[in-house]
């Protein structure tokens, strides 16, 4: 059963940083690709960030491209999310999610979710 566990949320001031984790378990990853996304209330759910596995290739949403990397730990199964420059904007509840491969763009097809971790970016 895959398993995905989020860390590291908090309350940040403007311009801080804070590094998401994401712990995964239950089967070999790959092949996946591994994401972030995040919801603020009253707001639909949008992609953040997402990288490959296997290759290592990168993806950011145009809103924190430049402001956030994503990279990952093989030995460990750990995804994580750097977020530098914070805005109050980034203020959200951020989930991280696997997608098998040949699962249509990179924005879609994740089918497994972690628990979230609250991120509040005070001004």
């Known amino acids: 059963q895959v398993q995905l566990v989020e860390s590291g949320g908090g309350l940040v001031q403007a311009g801080g940083s804070l590094r998401l984790s994401c712990a995964a378990s239950g089967r070999p990853f790959s092949s996946y690709t591994m994401g972030w996304f995040r919801q603020a209330p009253g707001k639909e759910r949008e992609f953040v960030a997402a990288?490959?596995?296997?290759?290592?290739?990168?993806y950011y949403a145009d809103s924190v491209k430049g402001r956030f990397t994503i990279s990952l730990d093989n030995v460990n199964n750990t995804v994580y999310l750097q977020m530098n420059s914070l805005k109050p904007e980034d203020t959200a509840l951020y989930y991280c999610a696997t997608k098998p491969p040949y699962s249509g763009p990179i924005g879609v097809g994740y089918n497994t979710w972690g628990q979230g971790t609250q991120v509040t970016v005070s001004s």
């Open positions: 990288i490959r596995w296997g290759n290592g290739g990168t």
